[in-house]
């Protein structure tokens, strides 16, 4: 079904939103948002419909919902000013005001393949390279040989899609504009045209004898390359658990190569054509590098971004994260960092309360303001939002480990390196694995887990110090030496005043890992 109103159609079936002949990029949510206030336009909608509908029955914060409708506001050319297609009743709720005209969908002639004049269908859901950069998933092709075995290659697909949309960070293409290209041999380009944009991800699935063979590839749309690309064996005991495991750790292993993607292509851009997006890439770059300047440089690109876009709220959340992460390096003072942290994650939440990074960044300001009940239920919400963050999960293994939970931190930390084994934050994720057993009075697992993080990371300084610590606790006098040489070399003013007043430990944690560190020589 389509509905027309004030020069735009909304296409049910393709899930397209065209201002005229141009497409609109609409987010998922927002898309789907749009379609039920125009399909329920004959009465005023509650929030409780609205959570419903939209959140599955989750209540979620009036900010939250209010950027949400404005949102779609915007897409459709209104504002809370005008109103003159989406009307606030007060007290009640919102309705569409519009008038609207139905007419039959073109999706089953898309699903053919041609137009009403019989010519090639070319599905366009075209994304401004100044927005977010866009995602397809295509089918995965059944290699099994049978028609009936589509349900599972094509399940995997679906779930990749899901899964890519819980980031954020990128626009997803709905399945149904991606199916389209099922069971058709279309070059990469020429997808990456017509649907506006830059990755799409590709695979194939072959079950034999209670095996299966999934292989997955991402490519880029502009060069033609192949960024990333992975097989994976399993037997088949459960088809569901198979499908849910294979499309979780794909999706691990493509976000942070399209990070790295989208870096190379923004250091290809001249400084003045640089956008709030550009920046934020740059910016993730430098805060993996994890030093002290790097992360300067990686604050100075963020407070760019938020100049060109005050709404942006994936900049304010990375923003408020490298102040904490400056915090617990020991490259600022909590004292000025803790406030930032919070004022820009909560700028974060409120420009986007779906957005997992958003609440990753205002749970590691809870930590460092002492609200350590709120900063676990903020990284709960985080994983909720999206289970394959690979970060939020590291990051909570260190909040769970400083609050005794030890156990919980490790599963939360091993889970982070199985997710993302080759995730740049690889070194951080050993660490408070290697913090949790450390915690437990397992000091051998800690020194064999914290050099593994300083190895990958030489100058990560809490890695040199839990190995410190751990060689002191477990006696070792010539390892806690030299760890304590290489810890005084990443963190020269280090001390135990500052290990018992600056980081956010439980007190019994804490006492035995100043003890370790007074062990191993440090005062």
Known sequence: MR??????????????????????PVEPQVFDLLT????????VVTKDDLFGAIWGGRIVADSTLASRINAVRKAVGDSGEEQKLIRTIARRGVRFVGDVELRPADAERAREGTTPNGKAYSPRVVLPQS???????????????????????DGISEDIITALSKLRWFFVIARNSSFTYKGKSVLIRQIGE?????????????????????????????????????RYDRELADVFAVQDEIAEAIVAAIEPQLYRAEHRRARRKPPENLDAWDLVMRALTHFWRVTREDNLVAQGLLEQAITIDPNYAQAFAVLAVTHTFGAHMGWESAATAAPIAERTGLAAVQSDGEDPWAHLALACAHAWRGRIEDSLAAYELALRLNPNFALGLGLYGVMLSYTGRWREGAEAAHRAMRLSPRDEFSAIYNVVAAFAAFAEGDYSEAIRLSREGVRQRSDFVSGHRVLTAAAGMAGDTELATQALQELRRAQPDISLAWVATQLPIRDEERNRFVEGLRRAGLT
């Open 3 to 24: 509905f027309i109103f004030a020069d735009h159609t909304l296409d049910i079936g393709l899930r397209e939103l065209r201002r005229g002949a141009t497409p609109v």
């Open 36 to 43: 039920y206030l125009v399909k329920n336009r004959d009465r």
């Open 131 to 153: 927005e977010r950069r866009g995602i397809a998933v295509l089918p995965f092709v059944n290699m099994s040989g049978e028609a009936d075995q589509d349900y599972f290659s």
């Open 194 to 230: 017509e649907l506006g944009v830059g990755y799409v991800v590709e695979g194939s699935v072959r079950k034999d004898a209670g095996r299966v063979r999934i292989t997955a590839q991402l490519n880029d749309v502009t060069t033609g390359s192949h960024l990333w690309a992975e």
